[in-house]
């Protein structure tokens, strides 16, 4: 814990490790908490329950699993597999992101999701991104609250500093926003000098995906981003870089631990 923020180690920073081996890199670069991205076909062969154990024997929350992709394409009940490895691993929150044009149906898909993750202490972490259909803070608040309206309060909003940058935003955004209507933050850097065109979305999903940086290696104000959250929200160091992917995992670790560290300083 640093600055009394929970640092947790995002799935992403080390994509390429099987969830045994984040676990152990995790908990020796010293974070809190991890956050594990589940492949339904790669993963077929893992015993949730085992990696549960081995969460819990390291001392780590899991914080987050990744990711519920909503589409018009891709119906519900097509993710109740996955909300079945939520329930077997315990996250606290569950990372969700929607590719539907009609915020309605958005809504309405996510007040399912909610009830369906509620009985085992589970909540939404809703991510905006200029290249889906949730593009902004302004966009993601409003479905969230229009979802918590309907009866459903586990749910609540994923700050990436990447993407509010990228969507317009700022962390001044942030400054009428009640600390309950977010889920946690997720830092990287980036140079505010080479921001992809707003109406390219494969050019930014592409720097998301590729191009991201450790804390402090970049423009982005993430100083300004942190003094605007409660000092106990926890804090995901995001850094997923084509540069850094040949990097061992726990290089990439202790790197994305030490970089958040000298931000939070």
Known sequence: M???????LAAATILDADH??????????????LGLRWDLD?????????????????GLRLLDLEVIRLSPDIPLDNHRRLIDI??????????????????GRTCDELLLLADLIEPFGCSISLEFMAFTEIRTLADALG??????????????????ALHLDRSGGSPTDLRTTAATELSYLQICDADSNLVPPHDDPEALAFEARHG??????????????????????????????????????????????SSARRVLA
């Open 2 to 8: 640093t600055g009394g923020h929970p640092l947790s």
């Open 20 to 33: 045994f081996t984040a676990v152990e890199v995790a908990g020796t670069a010293g974070f809190d908490a």
């Open 42 to 58: 790669a993963d077929r062969g893992i015993a949730p329950p085992r990696l549960r154990r081995a969460i819990d024997d390291t």
């Open 86 to 103: 939520a329930e077997q691993l315990r996250p606290e929150w569950l990372l969700t992101v929607s590719h539907h044009r009609d915020p």
């Open 143 to 160: 479905i969230a609250a229009s979802v918590r309206a309907d009866g459903a309060h586990n749910i609540a909003v994923l700050v990436d």
């Open 212 to 257: 991201r940086r450790f804390p402090g290696d970049g423009t982005l104000p993430l100083a300004e981003l942190i003094a605007q959250v409660p000092a106990m929200m926890p804090i995901s160091v995001e850094v997923q870089s084509r540069e850094w992917t040949s990097a061992p995992e726990l290089t990439r670790a202790r790197r994305a631990m």
